[in-house]
């Protein structure tokens, strides 16, 4: 097989990144595809190449295999790297690619389809004598038959799609009273998601780790795994958190998952990498769950404690090279975390968020890795995942991985959309997570909605907040001076002749129905500020400040806190110790001509597409009531009326696109 000159990377964002960074470290060309919404994303500017290939909405650009092909024909290109999601598990399409006389850097068409199936692989698995979940995966889908199996695999069960993932088309059963409604709904969902009604029955594992087992394959007949990774940490059966080693795994659990692994992906002729996973009881013993026949999201924590670049090994493997390695030669030094980074609002059940990044600044520091595809200034499409970056650490242990990871996501700044930044901080800072004690119930066991829901900021969060908005007013003012030409020495930016001058503050957060706490700055010296918030006083001291990071005490107690903070027009945001505040200071705003939210008029939370509108003008609304369902990062958002009144417009139909913020619904209030 001939070296791979061109490679036409049909994925997107942080995943498409990375590709091109290997690739061009081996001196390969590359070429990008993109939607309109992602005419000026990074992996567009970082390819040696790109081609337009639609607009925004998935089905009409990265999921169009005639137009990938097309791009590859265009760009002359003889190489394809799937990435991860859209195209990477589609069967028809590996196949296209090889008919195209181009080379797939991936698993054949007859290995994706073999695995995609989970009843399929389930019943190839149990061939080959890979331990396997006991359950029903005939091909008999009468609604008697799997009532009829569901009672006698014993409950709870889990009722699942045959051709899915990621959650859908999946339901936890309690008894045999839940079933028939359970295979109802899953069916459904699986139909409108993969476009098939195929389910398997499994008996649900009770408190089981999800640990998968990394494994690469060539062309010679050469099979090895390179270790595991923990995924448990799980939200809606989509992984938040991911580790190596797993934290409970033993030499000899080690080496009979990664031999089951092993005989998985020889059973089938696999090639180049993939994921082998499986679910581990508290007793150690593991059943087969599904092969992933692709690269994935999580492939970083093995690249971080093999030592492996697992892209380069995809490429080679492609060109035909054998893996040059034996089993011994795979070695697993070190620990390495890895969490993902959403634009999302944990306080609002994890709704999707888009807008535009403000700020995203990266902490460079030995054992950190950001693998990302946004950068600031760039907008969050409603139209793809919410995955917006993921950040890995590695220590010489779990301990110190950990704790740095705490450190790393304390110091990024990623300011505009919500993200799950403070909630991937207080995962890692849980008993349990730091004890290594979990399973795939971590999330809903740890974590109540009081605990998800935004927090008031206390009386030191006030003073440092506006100790920092002070600080960026001042730098502002003292930038436009320079501008005009005028000298202001940096002395003189605190000089006032009346000690008691004070410029005020009135603190609104954005969450949070509050009116905005007043409260004033004075600075005392060059690092030192009080603030005084009704009749208390604090003082502020400013350790250290570069760009947008600021090490701050209170001097009364010794205690030192780090913020980021990024003024964006009215809108500050800033993290205190990992906490992340949204707040306006309301006399700029009001200044400003801006509008409090006070529930009569209804904004789009994010970008995306009206699927129905329920109220038309001159209806009355009470609270709680449908006003809109908007289709936005894969998952459909009902807007509710949070007022009692009477619908004066409605400003969106079904079909409509909207911008985050925009007007939908206006609602005149009833009088109190």
Partial sequence: MAAIRKILIANRGEIACRVIRTAHAMGIRTVAVYSDADADAPHVRQANEAVRIGPGPVGQSYLVAEKILDAAKQSGADAIHPGYGFLSENAEFADAVEKAGLTFIGPSGQSIDLMGNKAEAKRRMIEAKVPCVPGYEGKDQSDEVLLAEGEK??????????????????????????????????????????????????????????????VFADTHGHVVHMGERDCSVQRRHQKVIEESPCPVMTPDLRAAMGAAAVEAAA??????????????????????????????????VTEQVTGLDLVELQIKVAEGEPLGMTQEDVQLNGHAIEVRLYAEDPAKGFLPSTGTVACFEQVAREGVRYDTGIVGGQEISPFYDPMIAKLITTGPNRETARKLMIEALTDTALFGPRTNRDFLIACLE?????????STGFIAEQFSEADLADKLADETALAILAVRHFAIDRDAALA????????????????TSDANLRTPYKLAFKNLETEGVPLSVRSKSVNLYQ?????????????????????????????????QAFLDGTTLFATIDGATYTCSNMLMRNAAGEELGDGSRVLAPMHGRVIEVFVSAGDRVTTGDRL?????????????ATVDGE????????????????????????AE
Avoid: W
């Fill in 153 to 214: 695999i014993g409950f709870p069960i889990m009722v699942k799609a045959a051709a899915g993932g990621g959650g859908r088309g999946m339901r936890l059963v309690e008894s045999q009273d839940g079933l028939a409604a359970a295979i109802s709904t899953a069916r459904s969902e699986a139909e409108n998601a993969f476009g098939s009604g195929e389910l398997i029955l499994e008996k649900a594992i009770v408190q089981p780790r999800h640990v998968e087992i990394q």
């Fill in 267 to 300: 059973t089938i002729n696999y090639r180049g990498a993939g994921t082998v996973e499986f679910l581990l009881d508290a007793s150690g013993h593991f059943y087969f769950l599904e092969m992933n026949t692709r690269l994935q999201v999580e492939h970083p």
């Fill in 647 to 670: 619908v004066m417009q409605v400003l969106v139909s079904a079909e409509a696109q909207v911008a985050a913020d925009d007007l939908m619904v206006a609602i005149e209030m009833e």
């Fill in 480 to 495: 436009k001076a320079q501008a005009s030409g005028m000298h202001v020495p940096q002395g003189l930016m605190h000089f």
């Fill in 628 to 640: 809109v369902v908007v289709e936005a990062m894969k998952m459909q958002h009902e807007i509710l």
């Fill in 531 to 563: 603030v005084h918030i009704g009749e208390t006083c604090i003082d502020i001291f400013v350790r250290a400040h570069q760009g947008t990071r600021m090490v701050l005490e209170t001097p009364a107690d010794g205690r030192q806190y780090i913020s």
């Fill in 430 to 438: 849980n008993e349990k997570f730091a004890e290594g004690d979990f």
